[in-house]
């Protein structure tokens, strides 16, 4: 079946450095989301990329969906603590009635020290 | 705003007993999702719902079953629970292809 691979599944920076977390499909997607859990919260949706090349930014956050639509990244320009949380990439395939599906990949935990 | 309300935050069960999570949406979505979530492992689906009383096996369905009577409610079934499904299950909830919106999660404990 369709397997996403994310990495690292931690990461540890001092405030105010960059974080980046990598997201690897098995087979190429329809359009990849991104999620952002908080410390003993729930999965929130940050943004999803549909096109191939795509890239968007929210604020500090950049994301990009590669050219053969298998990959994707989000990159985090001088983190804050309030960025402190699991950050979850999921793939959606094509078609048919799986189509509301999403594969999750495992999920970066960044760690801010101030 | 969407709320996905789970039934229960923190639940103790013993080996061998039938449990039921409920998870109830109020946006009149379609597709219905529980996952359960583990240390390094992310959010593994269990099963799906993209209508009522369809259903669909996501990648971890053994052991689990699943009930959709009404369109804004989706029960999750342990037929006889077991030490290893110990976890945190989240229940999510989408209109076709848009984002899922979570519930705040059942932490399940089997002794």
């Known amino acids: 079946g369709q397997q996403v691979m994310q990495i690292p599944q931690y990461q540890h920076v001092q405030e105010g450095e960059d974080f980046t977390t990598y997201c690897n499909s098995s087979?190429?997607?329809?359009?990849i989301q991104w999620y952002k859990q908080r410390p003993g919260g729930h999965p929130v949706f940050l943004i999803q990329?549909?096109?191939?090349?795509e890239v968007k930014k929210q604020k500090r956050l950049t994301f990009q969906f590669g050219e053969a639509k298998k990959n994707s990244s989000l990159h985090i320009t001088a983190t804050q603590t309030t960025d402190v949380g699991t950050y979850f990439c999921?793939?959606?395939?094509?078609?048919?009635?799986?189509?509301?599906?999403?594969?999750f990949g495992q999920g970066t935990i960044l760690t801010v020290h101030p | 705003d969407v709320k996905v309300t789970q039934s229960s935050r923190y639940l103790v069960k013993r080996t061998g007993e039938k449990v039921f999570l409920e998870c109830v949406q109020d946006m009149d979505h379609e597709n219905m999702f529980w996952y359960r979530q583990d240390p390094g492992l992310g959010l593994r689906l269990i099963y799906f719902s993209y209508d009522v009383k369809m259903k669909e096996k996501g990648d971890i369905p053994e052991g689990y079953s699943v009930s959709r009577e009404k369109k804004e409610r989706f029960s999750l079934i342990l037929e006889s629970a077991s030490t290893n499904q110990t976890s945190m299950y989240l229940c999510?909830?989408?209109?076709?292809?848009?984002?899922?919106?979570f519930g705040d999660g059942t932490r399940l404990s089997i002794l």
């Open positions: 087979t190429t997607l329809s359009n």
């Open positions: 999921a793939g959606r395939v094509r078609g048919g009635t799986s189509y509301g599906k999403l594969t």
């Open positions: 990329l549909v096109k191939s090349g």
């Open positions: 999510a909830s989408s209109s076709y292809a848009q984002p899922q919106h």
